[in-house]
């Protein structure tokens, strides 16, 4: 098991961008993959960025070329840069850590994209 503790929320208008990072404390040797995921109210939680160890990364369609998300395996961050933001990136950006018998979750950062 694995705490996560994400930072880099906030607020920006659309076409700017936010850097959202993500650090994990205790196994970290046991995670296989980190992402974020995205939530919005009354909807479900969903992938936007993953990058499992020796794999590339992979995103979500509305964020591809506009994201990029990046990981250090030894010290256990991962960060999400984000960049021509649009109001549609609105929600709860949560930190995701997996290994091959746990998955843990960050508190969530709010990311307002609003002019």
């Known amino acids: 098991q694995v705490q996560l503790v994400e930072s880099g929320g906030g607020f920006v208008q659309p076409g700017g961008s936010l850097r959202l990072s993500c650090a994990a404390t205790?196994?970290?040797?046991?995670?296989?993959?980190m992402a974020w995921y995205r939530q919005v109210p009354g909807k479900r939680r969903d992938l936007v960025a993953t990058?499992?160890?020796?794999?590339?990364?992979t995103y979500a369609a509305s964020v591809k070329g506009r994201f990029t998300i990046s990981r250090d395996n030894i010290k256990g961050t991962v960060t999400l840069q984000m960049n021509s933001l649009k109001p549609e990136d609105t929600g709860i950006y949560y930190c995701?850590?997996?290994?091959?018998?746990?998955?843990?979750w960050g508190q969530g950062t709010q990311v307002t994209v609003s002019a």
């Open positions: 990058v499992p160890d020796g794999h590339q990364p």
């Open positions: 995701n850590a997996a290994g091959l018998d746990f998955e843990n």
């Open positions: 205790g196994r970290i040797d046991r995670i296989w993959a």
